[in-house]
């Protein structure tokens, strides 16, 4: 179901197109639309620091949380197309839809600006669970189904996917427990209340690294270097495992192609600073900043593969 769009964002937008040269005259959002602390607010922080001092107005993150990110993503695609707001959201903007019904169409309500980053998930475990590396995990949980659970940053989301992956080629019972972003999953894991995670590397790397978490596995087909020593899925016995997720910038639909130009420019330039390159390095992340058609042909692409992989798995919302 597409959103009804108010009237007011009916107007034409000439005296916009005109504006382009001073924009931005006044602050910018960047609604997360996951709670503070998770990869996404992470990530969107690192990118709002730099525009701000570089765009010459603050660039502010609002963080609207709820209902696998859609509630954000919805004020996003009810918002003016004036470049005062932005989403910045993972790649779940375009697995969510395939699995609940939204109030905005994840492509033609959006015009795409550019990836901010690709980030490997970590198999994550407590530090006083039994399990040294994958197949230590699946014997252990075979042998206590009861403890058979996974935790998520929100339904729809890639951990989401790479949770249901990992029980349909190991055949455990897991069940599956969303949380409303990392940030409040991790403690749960960090407890031992979970039994593993399938998370950003840019949210559970510094937790790995105190020892309060213990990663068992990456899950793109090759290493990582933030984490050298550290085997893929594959390497770790399921040689079809693959599955990373990514980030991206997107505006209202017909936000004006020069702000979505300028927008995306200005996000290149943050991501190419110094010390945004060594925070994603230390995060495992993988810089963007590609231009918007080259963005918006690589998110129309990974919508269609979610789509067949939310099918063919049946995969459904808690």
């Known amino acids: ?3 009804t769009r108010r009237a007011a964002c009916a107007l034409p937008w000439a005296g916009v197109a005109h504006a382009d040269e001073s924009w931005p005259s006044r602050p ?3 609604i997360v639309p996951y709670p503070p602390g998770g990869p996404t607010d992470i990530l969107g922080r690192i990118v709002a620091q730099r525009l701000t001092i570089d765009l010459g107005q603050p660039c502010v993150v609002e963080n609207r949380a709820g209902a696998g990110g859609s509630i954000g993503s919805e004020a996003v ?3 003016a197309p004036d470049g005062a707001t932005f989403l910045v959201n993972a790649s779940a903007h375009v697995i969510v839809p395939h699995m609940v ?3 905005y169409d994840q492509v033609a309500d959006f015009a795409a600006v550019t990836r901010i980053a690709s980030v490997p998930l970590m198999l994550v475990v407590p530090a006083s669970s039994p399990a040294r590396d994958v197949q230590g995990l699946i014997a252990y949980l075979r042998a206590n189904p009861a403890r058979g659970s996974y ?4 339904n729809g989301g890639a951990p989401h996917l790479a949770g249901e992956m990992f029980r349909l080629m190991t055949g455990l019972p ?3 427990i969303p949380y409303r972003g990392s940030g409040q999953a991790l403690p749960d894991v960090v407890s031992g209340q979970v039994a593993l995670m399938f998370d950003s590397m840019a949210s559970s790397a510094d937790l790995v690294r105190e020892g309060r978490l213990r990663a068992l596995a990456v899950s793109t087909p090759e290493r990582v270097p933030a984490f050298p020593n550290l085997p893929t ?3 770790a016995g399921l040689p079809e495992f693959a599955i990373s997720t990514w980030y991206g910038v997107w505006a209202p639909a017909r936000t004006p192609t020069a702000l979505v130009a300028r927008m995306q420019q200005g996000v290149a330039r943050a991501l190419a600073h110094p010390e945004s390159v060594a925070r994603l390095q230390a995060l495992g992340a993988i810089a963007g900043g590609e231009a918007p058609d080259a963005f918006d042909a690589f998110a129309r692409a990974e919508n269609a593969a979610y789509a067949r992989l939310v099918r063919d798995a049946n995969i459904r919302a808690e």
């Open 1 to 3: 179901m597409r959103i």
């Open 28 to 30: 910018v959002r960047l």
């Open 77 to 79: 695609a009810r918002a």
């Open 101 to 103: 019904r939204v109030a």
């Open 151 to 154: 935790a998520s940053s929100s």
């Open 174 to 176: 897991l069940q599956h």
């Open 233 to 235: 899925m594959r390497e």
